[in-house]
């Protein structure tokens, strides 16, 4: 089973006192969780450890390998705390300066190579995921991947002497509902969604 390990952390946990610091539902008919990610609402079921998305018709999409890790360790670590209301870089992040490097560096490269020529296409791509418009660079958005993780996406224009740049900045308790690795996946799949609807 993949995850088994994390199946094994959230079968520990109160589900109720669970649900409210993931800020979810929790269902007992059969035990689940319903939760978003991305916009798109999942059923993580306690009874025979799968997660589905419940927004298909027809047979449930089962959530890839990626959206499970995050969702389940969401579920586990995430607090019940307030937002900050104050964004900061991935190297402000407790020990972020060390992790998000090399091999964990966030995935702004792709967010420059699709917008960069045409930021305001940020604003059509991301309204498909309730992204609220932001005051910041030539385009950019404040987007919930997860309901106590909000992140803030912004481009900067190419132009004749500038390339594109792209920033991807997180509340500042984003540390606290997520490991860093885990955060760091995250942002994967929110930049891969943006990206695939721009094309």
């Known amino acids: 089973m993949a995850h088994e ?5 959230l079968d520990r ?4 006192e669970t ?3 993931a800020k979810c539902q929790y269902l007992t008919d059969p035990p689940r969780y319903v939760i978003t990610l991305l916009k798109t609402e999942y059923a993580v079921n306690l009874s025979d450890k799968q997660i589905f998305s419940t927004q298909t018709s027809g047979q449930p999409k089962p959530a890839a390998f990626l959206e499970q890790l995050c969702l389940l360790a969401y579920l586990i670590n995430a607090q019940d705390l307030p937002l900050a209301d104050k964004f900061v870089g991935p ?7 060390f992790f998000f490097r090399g091999l964990h560096s966030l995935p702004t490269e792709r967010l420059e ?3 960069g020529n045409s930021p ?4 059509d791509v991301s309204e498909r995921f309730d992204a609220k418009r932001c005051e910041f660079g030539d385009a950019s958005i404040e987007l919930y991947v997860l309901p106590r993780i909000p992140l ?7 132009d004749d002497e500038f390339d594109a740049r792209a920033s991807i900045l997180f509340d500042q308790t984003a540390g606290t509902h997520l490991p860093l690795d885990a955060l ?7 930049v891969e969604a943006l990206v695939s609807a721009s094309e």
């Open 5 to 9: 390990g994390l199946w094994q952390q």
């Open 13 to 16: 946990l109160d589900p109720q």
């Open 19 to 21: 649900a409210q610091r």
């Open 91 to 97: 190297e402000k992040l407790p020990s972020g300066q």
């Open 113 to 115: 190579e699709t917008f």
């Open 120 to 123: 305001e296409r940020l604003y």
């Open 152 to 158: 803030k996406i912004v481009i900067w224009r190419s």
């Open 184 to 190: 760091g996946t995250l942002v994967n799949l929110a």
